[in-house]
């Protein structure tokens, strides 16, 4: 699967959980609407990978790995509410930036090679 198309998931994923946590909430708090905008923030971000623009794919890696560290406090504080949806909306949310965060780095990884065999015909 091309990473566009993975980080656009990852996205739509952080998008629709974050606004069902907010909007599922008995007292919604406005931090819980942060992965809605990094989500929308990696949505405009999606025609520059398509496109395969490097920088975007760095931007994109960055903003990934800091809304997966980002969720680390949430999580614990789901834990020690014992909010079960809150739990499995918070690790989905978490496991679904690793996998992105994995595709962006086999997509450097598969750039990286690319460049060296280049150098190695020339």
């Known amino acids: ?9 990852n996205a739509f994923v952080l998008m629709t ?3 069902w946590g907010y909007l599922g909430s008995e007292n919604p708090s406005p931090t819980a ?26 931007l994109s890696l960055i903003l990934t ?8 406090k949430p999580l614990m504080g789901a834990f020690d509410r014992a909010n079960s949806a809150a739990i499995y909306r918070i690790v989905f949310m978490m496991v679904s930036c690793a ?23 020339i």
């Open 65 to 72: 790995v800091f809304i997966l560290i980002a969720l680390i």
């Open 17 to 19: 959980l974050g606004l």
């Open 99 to 121: 996998i992105t965060a994995g595709s962006f780095v086999r997509k450097f990884i598969k750039l990286r090679n690319k460049k060296a065999k280049v150098k190695r015909a």
């Open 33 to 58: 609407l942060i992965p809605v905008f990094f989500g929308a923030l990696l949505v405009s971000f999606v025609q520059k990978l398509r496109y395969g623009s490097k920088s975007y794919l760095r």
């Open 1 to 9: 699967m091309k990473v566009y198309m993975i980080s656009m998931m």
